[in-house]
Nanobody, 124 residues
Framework: QVQLVESGGGLVQAGGSLRLSCAGSGRTFSAYVMGWFRQAPGKEREFVSVMNWNGDTFDYADAVKGRFTISRDNAKNTVYLQMNNLIPEDTAVYYC?????????????????WGQGTQVTVSS
């Protein structure tokens, strides 16, 4: 089992940056595919980014490509989401999630474990 705890959210002006962290517990963290999702008020949870176990395969939603960067440090059991050039439309609760397989990674239903979420608010 993996427990995930996100941190790093906050309030930032448009054009600013934030780095989210997701710390995982358990010795098998490095074996998991790690994803980031977000959910804005009144909207469904949506895929943001994903990275496989060793970092050589990753992907982004079109809305964040070129602005967000996912990375992971398996020695620290942590995955990161660097968010640059933030826009008000990025305002949401951001969740990290762990999946056993790099399969249908754009769907939240493919993920086995979830963090509690961290709020990101971008003001205009």
């Amino acid at each position: 089992q993996v427990q995930l705890v996100e941190s790093g959210g906050g309030l930032v002006q448009a054009g600013g940056s934030l780095r989210l962290s997701c710390a995982g517990s358990g010795r098998t963290f490095s074996a998991y595919v790690m994803g980031w999702f977000r959910q804005a008020p009144g909207k469904e949870r949506e895929f943001v980014s994903v990275m496989n176990w060793n970092g050589d395969t990753f992907d982004y939603a079109d809305a964040v490509k070129g602005r967000f960067t996912i990375s992971r440090d398996n020695a620290k059991n942590t995955v990161y989401l660097q968010m640059n050039n933030l826009i008000p439309e990025d305002t949401a609760v951001y969740y990290c999630a762990a999946a056993k397989y790099y399969r249908s990674v754009y769907s939240q239903h493919s993920y086995n474990y979830w963090g509690q979420g961290t709020q990101v608010t971008v003001s205009s």
